[in-house]
């Protein structure tokens, strides 16, 4: 019981910490504080501080060292693979430069997953594909989650693809959609329309059309993106 405690307090410590860092309470080149003034932030005792700062140096955020103390990385040496410091990030301020970089990072990796997914995916993976689409048709009638629904269906082609690399991508892309949806949600009488686009790439993969899963899966993202640009001059998500 005190180890599953101890473990939620680290985990507990090195969000917040990561948080911070990630949003910019603390500079690239600042140190954190020391192991005192943290012990009395949190009421936690050295052990677990200790367990939370090695967390953020497995994930490139910070450098600890002996005498010199826990120093901020900079932002282009972090893991930005890493789900949590995708999530910290998205807290920061002026977040839709961040959000236009997933959109740009998924054009060049769904497209290329869709096609490889109409050569490869096995039943199991176009009955995962096909449950997504169901829950989001399900949505549209105030049903199933839409959200989760979304990202079911691309997470599902990246299962699809067989390739690995972009399996482990996966959290990313979840990251992404969680919270670009808001910003490229259609209006409800769009939803439909939606979903059938969701369903065409569905389809093309299903026939083992590479090419078209491809284009289809495109298209899909470049109409994200146009939303996203347009979201952007409105100054949503600033």
Do not use: C
């Amino acid at each position: 019981m005190d180890l599953q405690i101890n473990s939620n307090l680290t985990d507990r410590i090195a969000a917040s910490l990561g948080q911070a860092i990630a949003v910019g309470e603390y500079a690239p080149g600042s140190k954190l504080p020391t192991e005192t003034e943290l012990a009395q932030l949190f009421g936690a005792s050295r052990t677990v501080l200790r367990e939370a700062v090695k967390m953020l140096t497995a994930k490139g955020l910070v450098d600890a060292r002996p005498r010199r103390g826990t120093v901020v990385k900079p932002e282009i040496e972090w893991n930005l693979a890493d789900p949590d410091i995708l999530s910290w990030l998205l807290h920061r301020r002026g977040v839709m430069p961040l959000i236009q970089e997933f959109a740009d990072v998924r054009m060049a990796i769904e497209p290329s997953a869709a096609a490889l997914a109409a050569r490869n995916a096995k039943p199991e993976h176009i009955a995962e594909m096909k449950d997504a689409i169901e829950r989001m048709r399900e949505s549209v009638l105030g049903g199933a989650d839409p959200l989760m629904a979304d990202i079911d269906f691309h997470v599902a082609i990246l299962k699809g693809s067989e390739n690995r690399f972009f399996w482990s991508l996966r959290f990313m892309v979840s990251v992404a959609l969680r919270f670009s949806i808001r910003l490229t949600d259609p209006p409800q009488q769009d939803k439909h329309g939606n979903v059938e686009d969701h369903n065409r790439i569905l389809l093309a993969i299903e026939a083992g059309d590479a090419p078209l899963a491809e284009r289809r899966m495109r298209n899909l993202l470049a109409e994200a993106k146009a939303l996203l640009n347009e979201a952007q001059v409105r100054g949503e998500a600033a």
